[in-house]
């Protein structure tokens, strides 16, 4: 999948470039010059790593997100597009492929879905199965908050439904795989997918956080 990883990373960089420093984003509070400065630290700072998902660190994650913001923004993105150095963590074979491909699928869909021009990418058949994988394997997590039960369908194959959440009553998110990934991500306004079921347990999936 290193091939997937790279092209997400291309086009991210891509977009990056042409909408500038101040663009929004679907992150919540950051624009696109703080989106590159995540990705530039996620890969060169693993000091700072912890404070993603352990949030007494998080003020520490923010202050070196911050410093890495105030470069030029063109640097940020030369950084971007580069991907880690050798000796990263994200630098060694097949580390790239597995941590990224995600990383930069969701995140490019974070700058261009915060645009009024946005429109569905057509993905290649193996991105779809491989996103497909993750969203079945990665959905539990994503929506371990969540206090109903959920099933995802693939809405371009005939493929049975798959159970990612236990409990009752049971709701159903439709839609192709990239979407269903977004949807579990927390681009739940922004995803293209159907969501059915009771109505009471359709509102407590929305209202619940999902993603990391």
């Known amino acids: 999948m290193a091939s997937h990883a790279r092209t997400e990373r ?3 960089a891509d977009l990056l470039a042409e909408v500038g420093p101040d663009a929004p984003t679907l992150c919540a509070g950051w624009t696109t010059r703080d989106l590159a400065a995540h990705l530039v630290v996620r890969e060169r700072r693993p000091d700072s790593s912890p404070g ?7 003020g ?30 994200f630098g060694i074979p097949g580390v790239d492929a597995a941590a990224n491909t995600l990383e930069y699928f969701v995140h490019l869909e974070d700058v261009r879905r915060a645009r009024p021009d946005f429109a569905p990418r ?12 993750r969203v079945r394997t990665g959905a539990k997590l994503m929506l371990r908050k969540v206090p109903v039960g ?22 159903a998110i439709a839609g192709p795989p990239g979407e269903l990934l977004l949807y579990v991500y927390g681009r739940k306004d922004q995803a293209l997918v159907t969501v059915e079921g009771d109505e009471d347990a359709v509102r407590r999936l929305r209202e619940t956080p999902t993603g990391v």
């Open 122 to 133: 057509a993905l290649d058949p193996e991105l779809t199965e491989y996103l497909w994988k």
């Open 60 to 89: 520490y994650t923010d202050k070196v997100r911050l410093k890495a913001a105030a470069r030029p923004y063109e640097q940020l993105v030369h950084l971007v597009r580069t991907g880690p150095p050798r000796l990263s963590l």
């Open 150 to 171: 959920v099933e995802l369908r693939r809405a371009d194959t005939a493929d049975a439904p798959v159970r990612v959440r236990k409990g009752e009553p049971v709701v």
């Open 10 to 12: 291309a086009a991210l």
């Open 52 to 58: 993603i998902v352990f949030k007494p660190l998080a």
